[in-house]
């Protein structure tokens, strides 16, 4: 993938590595629609709703739900926000974490680092010579920076244009979870001894429970033109890297045990 080796597309101190011919970049890449999807299915199961703290405005019509919620107790919308964005960020590092240790078992160098600029990587450079993964992104005055909102047939994220608005997002949701293949239904196999009662064991989405979650996602994207409003759909922050070892550099520049003994053997075992 093209990506110039020189700001704004790279932090300068990364430019000189990063990306290189040789390499292999992996680029964990998020739906942070789905995510906050899913959070608002979580608190509205315990019972939380919503509330809009930038117009400073309950849900308008959430009231019809209140045999399920408790608007008295409602969730900030920029927390609940802010809380899906640190969730996704930490499993996203935890996978390029993992990673890294792959690397030392196999004895490869490389990194973990964020040193890309992440609009750049999905597409939304502004620059045609640089398309990046090729993400459909959108611009909207009420925003400060461009929102990429998935791949087309590839990594769809769970808002609209990808859905037709976010009660169909939610379906999908649902279809995901308790569907065929999905971790509630009772036919997915599993490793208990019950499996069927173990993943049936999960309250299925109500067509009541989706209206209200729907309700609410709707509001947002309707409202702030954009699912979540304040955070991006689409989320990349954190890469790794991947390529052989210069043993004679380190021999020279470092003291012994400056790597360990899976890259001093890493040609004789995998090549």
Not at 67 to 73: F, L
Not at 158 to 183: I, Q, S
Not at 239 to 268: I, M, N, P, R, S
């Amino acid at each position: 993938m093209h990506i110039p080796h020189a700001e704004p597309y790279m932090e300068g101190h990364n430019t000189w590595i990063a990306n290189h011919v040789g390499s292999m970049l992996v680029m964990p890449v998020g739906d942070l629609a789905q995510h906050m999807l899913a959070n608002i299915c979580f608190y509205t199961q315990n019972g939380f709703p919503i509330y809009d703290d930038i117009k400073k405005i309950p849900i308008p019509g959430i009231e019809k739900f209140n045999n399920m919620v408790d608007v008295n107790k409602a969730i900030p919308l920029t927390f609940m926000e802010q809380y899906s964005l640190t969730e996704l960020t930490a499993e996203l590092s935890t996978s390029c974490y993992a990673g890294v240790l792959i690397l030392q078992a196999m004895g490869l160098g490389g990194w973990m680092f964020d040193g890309i600029d992440r609009h750049t990587v999905l597409g939304a450079s502004g620059d045609p010579n640089v398309p990046g993964l090729g993400f459909r992104y959108d611009k909207d005055t009420r925003w400060s920076i461009p929102n990429p909102t998935g791949l087309q047939g590839v990594f769809e994220g769970y808002c609209p244009p990808h859905f037709n608005d976010m009660r169909e997002a939610t379906e999908a949701l649902a279809k995901r979870k308790f569907g065929e293949g999905g971790v509630y239904n009772p036919n997915t196999p599993g490793a208990w001894n019950d499996s069927p009662n173990v993943r049936a064991s999960a309250n299925p989405y109500t067509e009541e429970f989706k209206e209200c979650v729907a309700l609410q996602a709707q509001y947002v994207y309707d409202t702030y033109g954009k699912f979540p409003a304040t955070v991006p759909s689409i989320f990349l922050l954190t890469y790794v890297q991947a390529q052989h070892l210069d043993l004679e550099f380190y021999d020279h520049c470092f003291k012994t045990g400056a790597y360990l003994t899976t890259h001093k053997q890493h040609f004789k075992r995998w090549h």
